[in-house]
T-cell receptor, first 114, second 113 residues
Framework: AQSVAQPEDQVNVAEGNPLTVKCTYS??????LFWYVQYPNRGLQFLLK??????LVKGSYGFEAEFNKSQTSFHLKKPSALVSDSALYFC????????????FGTGTRLTVIP | GAGVSQSPSNKVTEKGKDVELRCDPI?????LYWYRQSLGQGLEFLIY????????KSGLPSDRFSAERTGGSVSTLTIQRTQQEDSAVYLC???????????FGDGTRLSIL
């Protein structure tokens, strides 16, 4: 069975500092991993995905994520946080056994402090 | 439109009533998904449509929930005899192909009184 864990419910970071939002996964076989961001009263916006290839994946709004197979992690990172990055972030892994649906983590609320 | 469109954006109804939620996916996207986002439950998969194949209904929580997709485009999610635990945000997503990135609508916020 596939699953995703986001160990931190809340992450606070000062504006201009680097940010990391953690994600670990459990799959059988090769993982298809995703990060989404959700702003208040909005749906989820796709940030980036890892399917295969380079372990460092670059995505929208200056975000990137590093796939680490040995640690089964896919942490989201950004070198310099903006106040507008404050939102709810979800890590997800794709079901590879049937429906191609996504299994989501419980989300991490990022607050960037001015 | 450019993105996934869902209607209504908000729905308040009494317990026991039936509701219909609509999703209009991105044009040309063959895959369509329904998810439910509840407080304390996170995001859970409900149902998946891919082209003309039979839908995968494995995530539907009870037989009160059903969905259809007409003409490979618009989808409706129907909840019969609504219960208070059905209160949640219902999100629809579509993707160009089964393995593509999923693009989400803004959801329908359903409140059961």
């Amino acid at each position: 069975a596939q699953s995703v864990a986001q160990p931190e419910d809340q992450v606070n970071v000062a504006e201009g500092n680097p940010l990391t939002v953690k994600c670990t996964y459990s799959v059988s076989g090769n993982p298809y991993l995703f990060w989404y961001v959700q702003y208040p009263n909005r749906g989820l916006q796709f940030l980036l995905k890892y399917i295969t290839g380079d372990n460092l994946v670059k995505g929208s709004y200056g975000f990137e994520a590093e796939f680490n197979k040995s640690q089964t992690s896919f942490h989201l990172k950004k070198p310099s946080a903006l106040v507008s990055d404050s939102a709810l972030y979800f890590c997800a892994v794709r079901d590879q056994t049937g429906a191609n649906n996504l299994f989501f983590g419980t989300g991490t609320r990022l607050t960037v402090i001015p | 439109g450019a993105g996934v469109s869902q209607s209504p954006s908000n729905k308040v109804t009494e317990k026991g009533k039936d509701v219909e939620l609509r999703c209009d996916p991105i044009s040309g996207h063959t895959a369509l998904y329904w998810y439910r986002q509840s407080l304390g439950q996170g995001l859970e998969f409900l149902i998946y449509f891919q082209g003309n194949s039979a839908p995968d209904k494995s995530g539907l929580p009870s037989d009160r929930f059903s969905a259809e997709r007409t003409g490979g485009s618009v989808s409706t999610l129907t909840i019969q005899r609504t219960q208070q635990e059905d209160s949640a945000v219902y999100l629809c997503a579509s993707s160009l192909a089964a393995q593509g990135a999923q693009h989400f609508g803004d959801g329908t916020r359903l409140s059961i009184l």
